[in-house]
Structure formats: C-alpha cells, structure tokens
C-alpha cells in the first residue's frame, strides 16, 4: 500500500505543479474516497503535508519579492484564533467520532466545490472588481475584510483541510486586485505556512496524524511538482484547470452521496 501512496503523492504533485491548485482539494477527497482513511486523519495528515511543503515555498516566493507581510499579517489575525477555536470544537465533539466524520466529510465536499467556483470564474470576478474601481474597499473596511477572510478560510482548513490555495487567492484577488499573480500567490502560501502549521499540531494533538503516511506522500510529491511544473509549459493552463474543476465536482458529489 506505501507504494501506492507514493504514486498518489505523484499524482497530486502532477497536478499542483499544473493548475496551482492547493494539494488538499485533491489529496483530502483522494484518501477518504480510494483509500478509504478516516476523514480526520486525511485533514490531519494532509494539513501537516501542506505545512512542510508550503514552507519551500514561501522561502523562494520571499527571496523575490512576491510576499506582502502586512497582508499577510491581517490575515493570520484572522485565521490562527479560527484554527484554535476549530481544532477545541473537534476535541469537544470527537474529531474521530464517526458521526463527526461524516461531518468533516461533508465540510470536505462544500470546500472542494467553493474551489472549483473559484478556479472557474476567478478571472470574471477579477474582471469586475477592475471594472468597479469605486466598489474596492480602502482603509479600516479593507483591513477588517481581510481579517474576517483569514477567519473564514482557517475554520476550513482545520476542519477540511482545503481553502489556503484556490480559495484563499480568490479571496486576495477581490481584496487587493491590484497585486500581480506572483503576488498572490506568495503573499496566499506565507499566511497558509502558519495556518497549516497551527491546525496540523491540532490535529496531532487530537492523535488524527498517521505520520508513515505522510512520510510515503512527501517521497511522491516532491518529483511530481517538478513535473507537473515542467508540463504546466506544454499544456494550456484553461484546459488544465478546466479538467480539474470537473474532476473535483466529481469527487464533490462522490463526497456527498
């Protein structure tokens, strides 16, 4: 089965180095539904998963320029209080109660399906937000805006462990529209390195980490990003992400029914 966890770690990697896509939109579903692991252990592991490799990626997206700390910041302030709060709620009900992980799957499914209408109409939705300048929020309301954001997308990574990647740069882009994509994308995985942080020692602390499974997944990815990077040149990234949104509405479905 180690083999097989390898090559599924291949796979995901492929597909992130393609689309950009966060792991756990892909990696999450994949064990709950192919390998049949308890829907907390696959947040728990895969938040842990998303902690060690974001963190690369964070150091390279720094070293260019490409992270805007005091965005960064806001959000966190949001999201970290929301992990802890999230990760006390799953102690108290019993993160590895079957009832509970049903719930957890469910939570799984609506974030697969918020990451698939994020990765379909992002440019619309950046297209009116440029075409409405005076619409753009400024000051005190665009600084409590991006905290309620934070909030928002650390309650579903603690509990589903989707939301830092298609999501959460969605969510950057409606706010701060004016960042370019390298932007985005460093200033989204830098408030993700702390978040994943904080909700996989939760996870750990509630015992919903199967840590040789995670050592097996990282043996995978790490050449299946190169990969995927590499192919992300050959193939037109509207089909790439156009047959990612199937398959994760797909795996939605699959989640729920």
Not at 36 to 52: E, K, N, R
Not at 104 to 114: G, Q
Not at 181 to 199: F, H, K, N, R, S
Request: charged content about 10%; overall charge positive.
């Amino acid at each position: 089965m180690s083999v097989t966890y390898v090559l599924s770690g291949f796979a995901v990697g492929v597909l992130v180095g393609m689309t950009g896509v966060g792991g756990g939109s892909l990696m999450t579903p994949l064990l709950t539904l192919l390998f049949g692991v308890a829907p907390s252990v696959a947040v728990g592991t895969d938040l842990a998963f998303a902690s060690l490799t974001k963190s690369v990626g964070t150091v390279t997206h720094r070293s260019k320029g490409n992270v805007h700390w005091e965005i960064v910041l806001r959000l966190c302030a949001g999201a970290l209080p929301a992990a802890l709060v999230a990760t006390y709620a799953l102690h108290r009900f019993g993160a590895l109660d079957p009832a509970i992980g049903q719930v957890i799957r469910y939570s799984i499914a609506v974030s697969v399906l918020l990451t698939v209408i994020s990765l379909m109409f992002r440019s619309r939705l950046l297209a009116w937000v440029h075409a409405s300048p005076n619409r753009q929020l400024q000051g005190r309301a665009l600084t409590v805006s991006t905290v309620l954001a934070g909030a928002v997308l650390g309650t579903l990574v603690t509990v589903s462990s989707i939301g830092a990647g298609a999501i959460g740069a969605t969510l950057l882009l409606m706010l701060y529209p004016r960042l370019s994509p390298a932007e985005i994308a460093g200033t989204d995985i830098a408030y993700a390195v702390p978040l994943t942080a904080i909700a996989a020692a939760g996870h750990w602390w509630l015992g919903s980490i199967n840590w040789a499974l995670l050592a097996t997944l990282l043996v995978g990815s790490v050449p299946g990003i190169t990969l995927g990077s590499w192919l992300a040149r050959a193939v037109p990234e509207r089909i790439a992400r156009g047959v990612l949104a199937v398959t994760l509405t797909g795996v939605a479905a699959k989640l729920i029914y």
